[in-house]
């Protein structure tokens, strides 16, 4: 039997963070799924912006031994398909990298089009994209696929710089959703 009412535990993770952070916005939950996972709306309702929710399992934890795992919070892996970025009606899309061992989660909070520029920058043109999205204690976050081990070794002593791959702009930056609902 199918349920009539479902929520992805990542929209649920965004629409708590929202009602907890952005205190004059009401988040909506679409009946039908449009490629829109929430609408936020200001408290008169006038005005609107919507957000595609994306949810990974801390692959940290699984992936890299506990002695050089200090330096990071979390990382994410994600298959995102290029034409739906492209052709996404979200306003922003929502990355939740969540952290087992320390019971957290950080946002990467991105619009598509920033979104593609990124791999564009990375030359990543594909179908489908692989995307890692990594964040460090030092409040850093980089798209982490394909690093060389130099780099790794880099990112785990939280030394690690690369301005094509920095989301740190991005990661819980609730601002440009603020100053749209204004």
Not at 107 to 127: A, G, H, M, S, W
Not at 148 to 176: A, C, H, I, Q
Request: a positive charge; hydrophobic letters at 30%.
């Amino acid at each position: 039997m199918k349920p009539i009412f479902t929520i992805h535990a990542g929209e649920y993770l965004v629409a708590a963070e929202i009602e907890k952070t952005l205190k004059n916005v009401t988040v909506w939950l679409p009946s039908k799924d449009t490629g829109i996972d929430l609408l936020l709306t200001d408290k008169s309702n006038k005005k609107t912006t919507s957000l595609q929710v994306k949810f990974s399992k801390d692959f940290n934890t699984t992936h890299a031994k506990e002695n050089l795992r200090q330096n990071i919070k979390g990382t994410g892996w994600w298959t995102l398909n290029k034409e739906k970025i492209e052709n996404s009606q979200a306003d922003y899309w929502v990355f939740i990298i969540y952290s087992l061992e320390r019971k957290t989660h950080d946002y990467i909070i991105i619009e598509p089009t920033k979104l593609l520029d990124i791999f564009k920058k990375l030359k990543r043109t594909n179908k489908t994209l692989h995307c890692y999205f990594t964040v460090t204690t030092g409040n850093k976050a980089f798209e982490t696929r394909g690093l060389k081990k130099k780099e790794m070794k880099e990112l785990y002593e939280g030394k690690y710089t690369n301005e094509e791959r920095d989301v740190s702009t991005f990661l819980n930056n609730w601002k440009p959703i603020t100053d749209k609902l204004k």
